[in-house]
């Protein structure tokens, strides 16, 4: 039971943050993916979001990108190569946010040692 209180403790800890708190949970996993496989030497294009996040269906999707796109979270941009394919990037808001959300993690890891 303890495990669970915990869990709940971390997730309100979480959960509390305003600037996170503005999107809905599937745009913060699609985010989150976005985040976690973005290469700046590799574009990553909407349709490999689409093909492997896992996130929700591809119309979900699209309006998840375009919430993140919105709250400026993630950059949108037409491929030069291609005016078919459109590019997305983390922006720097987004970076910090997550860097937050990791120490708002770390400080409460923390305070469960003690």
Known sequence: MK????????ID?????AEYKVIDER??????WIMANYAPEKPMFVQTI??????ASPATIHKCLAVLEREGLI???VDADDTRRRLVS????ARRLLAK???QVQAWAAAMKD
């Open 3 to 10: 495990a669970w209180l915990n869990l709940r403790q971390l």
């Open 13 to 17: 800890v979480v959960g509390s943050d």
């Open 27 to 32: 745009s913060q996993r699609l985010l989150e």
């Open 50 to 55: 689409v093909m492997n996040s896992g996130v």
């Open 75 to 77: 950059s949108v941009k």
């Open 90 to 93: 983390p922006t720097d808001r």
């Open 101 to 103: 959300l990791s120490k």
